[in-house]
């Protein structure tokens, strides 16, 4: 039998954390933390790869990762090497990736378990296969020859269904794992997928650490799994990865957002967002979507007596400049 979606019918504790979650993306875009620091980021890429391949267990610690992304020797086992190095690679080929379509996905899947994880990686499985509900319990997945026609129908729900993005990632993560289109690896292809597809509105997503979080809660995010398939309704599951998220999100703001407050902070953000380009205030308010106009105004006045900044022009006409050389701190 082919893939049929599964009944999402939202409990109101979903609906306010849904309200929770967009309300934290606002605040995180509005001080521009869409694209963290780098070295932020390449923390946040560091744990969520022990996160995602620890829920399979891979015993690698955030420094071992780290490691093994700047070449350096570790001692780990071949095969939990090869899954990170598979997953980092994964990972920074992810804004190529088409989170619309099947071949991208299968391409993934490619990455995460080739050089060996897998015989066939990047294919869909010839074969039928159970997961463990329980340490003794097993549960069959759908029969593999419908695995083809339900991921052709799954993506057409990521492209065309009606429900807002993040739920539409929630509810892709899930039904994937019921269709278990893959021997071995869908739970590393999931939470990918669902990082790919939420970075297409959201670039934040790329370095956010969700992956983390489930991690520490890979028992609740089983049972939630079975609970939904149980039920019939997806929105324990939901509510879990809403939580998820919120909790990576809260995390990032924590550690990078009390730096971004005075128009000191903001300066040098700007001279990173626009560089050599001319810019006006509503540029500067774009960018940093929570100051008002008058705010904007002062920082950029601060700019241009600090030497930071060239104007040109007054008042509503009044464009700026980053002077190279300069320092940009205000
Ligand atoms: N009841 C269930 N039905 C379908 N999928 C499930 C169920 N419980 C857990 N899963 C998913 O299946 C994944 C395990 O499948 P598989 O071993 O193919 O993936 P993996 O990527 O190799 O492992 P892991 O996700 O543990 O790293 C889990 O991570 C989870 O996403």
Redesign the pocket.
């Known amino acids: 039998m082919k893939w049929k979606p599964t009944e999402l019918v939202l409990s109101t504790d979903s609906i306010k954390k849904l309200a929770e979650v967009e309300q934290l993306i606002g605040k995180v875009e509005g001080v521009q933390l869409s694209r963290p620091v780098p070295k932020l980021r390449q923390k946040n890429r560091a744990k969520l790869i022990r996160g ?2 620890g ?2 267990g891979n015993s690698c610690s955030v420094a071992q990762v780290e490691a093994i992304a700047s070449g350096q020797p570790v001692a780990l086992s071949k095969k939990e090497q090869l899954e990170i190095r598979n997953a980092l690679e994964a990972y920074d080929a992810l804004p190529s990736l088409d989170p619309f379509s099947v071949d991208s996905l299968l391409d993934a899947h490619r990455m995460l378990m080739g050089n060996g994880l897998l015989l066939v990686p990047g294919r869909f499985r010839q074969g039928p296969v159970e ?1 463990y ?1 329980t340490e003794t319990k097993t ?1 069959s ?1 759908p029969a593999w020859e419908t695995v083809g026609p339900s991921m052709e129908e799954l993506f057409g729900y990521l492209k065309d269904g009606k429900d807002l993005m993040l739920i539409k990632s929630i509810c892709f993560h899930f039904e994937f ?2 269709i ?1 289109p ?1 021997a ?7 939470r990918l997928w669902q990082t790919r597809f939420l970075m297409e509105e959201h670039p934040v997503f790329e370095f956010l650490d969700v992956e983390s979080m489930v991690f520490e809660q890979r028992a609740a995010y ?1 049972r939630q ?2 609970n939904a ?1 149980d039920c019939g309704n997806v929105d324990c599951f939901v509510l879990f990865m809403l939580e998820q998220i919120r909790q990576s999100l809260c995390s990032l703001w924590e550690n990078s957002a009390p730096s971004q407050n005075t128009h000191a902070d903001r300066i040098p953000i700007a001279h990173q967002a626009f560089g050599k380009e001319v810019f006006s205030r509503k540029d500067y308010c774009r960018l940093f979507k929570t100051i008002s106009p008058a705010t904007a105004s002062r920082d950029l006045s601060a700019g241009v007596a600090s030497g930071a900044l060239k104007r040109a022009g007054d008042k509503r006409t009044a464009v700026y400049r980053f002077v190279e050389h300069v320092s940009s701190k205000a």
């Open positions: 995602s391949t829920i399979e997961v509900v549960r997945m794992v019921s278990h893959f071995d690896g869908n739970g590393r292809v999931a089983y799994i079975c398939q």
